[in-house]
């Protein structure tokens, strides 16, 4: 059946990709166009690469995506695409391609927060999966805690007032040549690696305060590098256990204030990582409440969860389309009664 078809459209860091999602959660078709090996010489995203890439790859990938579903732009009930926060050049690209769809097929645009893409991205995979959950969201340019009390409904009640945590592993990864992207490649060699053999830093563990902090982590890193006495395993497996113990802490934090959850919920890139999502199943438990992560393809940044965040938009009783002239926005946070806080905010 292909009914209620989103196409979603997402080209806010360094992926480019489209995808098809189904009123009934069925991802139709999907492609990620990486360019990771446009950006490896740099060691990180560089925003010009990126948008270029992005405004070669991403019209042939829309009909790549049709053509995989064997439908026609006719047969697509809406064109959901990020319309930021994210590198503004590559979400210009995105969210013009999908203004150009909508207006060339007559179909209702949707301009989709990339952080509630992530959002929501767990009732995608999980059906079951009911308001209000708790959201650790972490990415490359991304450390909150949001409690999801429904579609639009967002409180920020933790971020980051320095680095993100996947920034946190890519700079981790750079320090020990692990070249890019890092995550993957520091819990790799983590495994390797003693937790025990590297004293490191644990910033804001136990404060009242919210919020999280992994610049000193990092520079601890740097440190401990730089001193030659332990193996880059052992520096790994340390960085690791210190980001977990300070994710765990402030998770724990935000869980002990908030009540009438259903659910402890990760996304984002950093939710691919093993070690955390074991730390974090085992803190839900703690609260007595279910954890959900979604599978790893939709952790790192994808179009189905762009598409998905569209049809929870449509299946609003409110629906109402966004207009082509909506603005690309490179900072545009989930819940705009959260009070700023120093650093916090997209991939710098
Ligand atoms: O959500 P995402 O794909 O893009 C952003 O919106 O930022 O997240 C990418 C981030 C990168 O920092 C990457 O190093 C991190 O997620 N990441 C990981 C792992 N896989 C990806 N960090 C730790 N362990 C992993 N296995
Ligand atoms: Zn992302």
Redesign the pocket.
């Known amino acids: 059946m292909k009914q209620g078809l989103v196409l979603g459209i997402e080209s806010?860091?360094d992926?480019t990709a489209a995808a098809l999602v189904d009123g009934e959660r069925r991802i139709v078709a999907q492609r990620i166009a990486s360019q990771d090996d446009a950006h490896r010489p740099y060691g990180g995203v560089v925003p010009e690469i990126a948008a270029r890439a992005h405004s070669e790859r991403i019209a042939p990938l829309v009909a790549a995506v049709l053509h995989d579903a064997g439908v026609t732009l006719a047969e697509v009930d809406a064109i959901a695409a990020t319309a930021g926060p994210g590198l503004i050049g590559g979400v210009m690209v995105g969210l013009v391609t999908a203004k150009a769809l909508a207006m060339a097929s007559d179909k209702p645009l949707i301009a989709v927060n990339?952080l509630e893409g992530?959002a929501l991205s767990p009732r995608l995979a999980d059906a079951a999966l009911q308001f209000p959950y708790l959201l650790l969201l972490v990415?490359?340019?991304?450390c909150q805690v949001l409690r999801v009390g429904g579609v639009g409904q967002y409180r920020r009640l933790a971020t980051t007032i320095d680095d993100a945590l996947?920034?946190a592993?890519?700079k981790t990864a750079k320090i020990l040549g692990l070249g890019f992207?890092?995550?993957?490649a520091?819990?790799r060699l983590a495994r390797e690696g003693n937790p025990k053999a590297v004293p490191l830093p644990r910033p804001l563990l136990g404060s009242t305060e919210p919020h999280f902090s992994f610049a000193g982590l990092k520079s601890a890193v740097l440190r401990a590098k730089q001193a030659g006495t332990h193996t880059d395993a052992d520096i790994a497996a340390a960085f690791q256990q210190a980001a977990l113990d300070c994710v765990i802490d402030r998770t724990r934090r935000a869980l002990a204030e908030s009540g009438g959850l259903t659910a402890l919920v990760v996304a984002?890139?950093?939710a691919?990582?093993q070690t955390i999502r074991a730390g974090l199943e085992a803190l839900a438990a703690e609260f007595g409440l279910p954890f959900v992560a979604p599978p790893l393809a939709l952790?790192?940044?994808n179009a189905a969860m762009i598409a998905w965040a569209g049809q929870e938009r449509l299946a609003l009783g409110n629906f109402k389309p966004d207009p082509l002239d909506i603005a690309a926005r490179p900072r545009w946070p989930l819940d705009p009664d959260a009070a700023p806080v120093r650093g916090a905010g997209v991939?710098a």
């Not at 990415?139 to 991304?142: A, D, F, L």
């Not at 992207?181 to 993957?184: A, L, Y």
């Open positions: 806010s860091c992926e990339h992530h990415s490359g340019g991304h996947g920034e592993f890519d992207p890092g995550g993957p520091v819990e984002g890139g950093v691919a990582n952790c790192t940044d991939k």
